[in-house]
């Protein structure tokens, strides 16, 4: 299967049921083959979390044995709308000019856990539908790697597993990205630059959970301010 990022959330955290919650990139370039592993799986849902933008650049055509939704995890009225910020990077471009240019996605970490409609959609359905789940992003590790962080917290995984899950993204960052990188002509200095601003760190997971409670007393709290379900029946539903 054509993707490099990909796996059960009952792999991550045991006491998840499995085959219900799929994190992943994008399932770009799918043959018929592909999309029959995911529904051999269980998988009938399929959320994506980009913007129209990145999908319009990067589109795919959904078998149509799933249910598909575009639900734009990114947040438009603060500025955060496009988390494809390599393609600005040009030949010019200084080390301190992608640090600046890539600062969106650090800011979004710490905006896109609040008012997130894309996030109260995927939990709405996750509260109404029997059958396995996948979201993505682009390459799953910063939108996907939030919400999936969100999720393991209701469900009450520990955090050095939460931390663990999004720090393994970098693999697929690794024997993915990195190859394609080190073999385009830009500097070394920007290569270096550009793999460590397109990898996950635990810093920027951690300015989530910062921003979180720098507005909420508990995760609990959150929880049932940002999000219009009951918590108890969800976690019941997937930890039974």
Same mark, same amino acid.
């Given at each position: 299967m054509k993707l490099s990022n990909f796996r059960d959330l009952h792999d991550v955290f045991a006491p998840i049921q499995k085959g219900k919650l799929f994190r992943s990139d994008a399932p770009l370039h799918f043959e018929q083959n592909d999309w029959d592993e995911l529904y051999e799986l269980g998988i009938r849902f399929i959320i994506d979390f980009r913007s129209e933008l990145e999908i319009k650049e990067d589109g795919y055509q959904c078998d149509? /044995?799933? &249910?598909?939704? +575009?639900?734009?995890?990114?947040?438009?009225?603060? =500025?955060? +709308?496009?988390?494809? @910020?390599? /393609?600005? &990077?040009?030949?010019?471009?200084?080390?301190?000019?992608?640090?600046?240019?890539?600062? @969106?996605? /650090?800011? =979004?970490?710490? &905006?896109?856990?609040?008012? +997130?409609?894309?996030?109260?959609n995927c939990f709405q359905l996750m509260q109404e539908c029997q059958? =396995?789940?996948?979201?993505?992003? =682009?390459?799953?590790k910063d939108r996907t790697g939030i919400f999936t962080a969100l999720v393991l917290s209701l469900f009450g995984c520990e955090r050095d597993i939460i931390f663990k899950d999004y720090l393994f993204s970098n693999e697929s960052v690794k024997t993915h990205l990195m190859p394609i990188l080190y073999q385009s002509d830009y500097s070394q200095e920007i290569k270096d630059t550009l793999a460590y601003v397109c990898s996950v760190h635990e810093e920027l997971l951690q300015s989530s959970f910062d921003a979180i409670f720098a507005r909420y007393a508990s995760m609990d709290d959150y929880f049932n301010t940002e999000y219009s379900f009951d918590c108890e029946k969800l976690i019941r539903k997937y930890i039974p």
């Open positions: 149509s /044995r799933f &249910v598909h939704y +575009n639900w734009c995890a990114l947040m438009p009225e603060t =500025g955060i +709308n496009d988390f494809y @910020f390599p /393609r600005l &990077v040009t030949k010019q471009s200084t080390k301190e000019e992608i640090f600046s240019l890539s600062s @969106f996605i /650090r800011k =979004g970490y710490q &905006v896109i856990p609040f008012s +997130n409609t894309a996030f109260q059958d =396995g789940i996948l979201f993505h992003c =682009g390459s799953g």
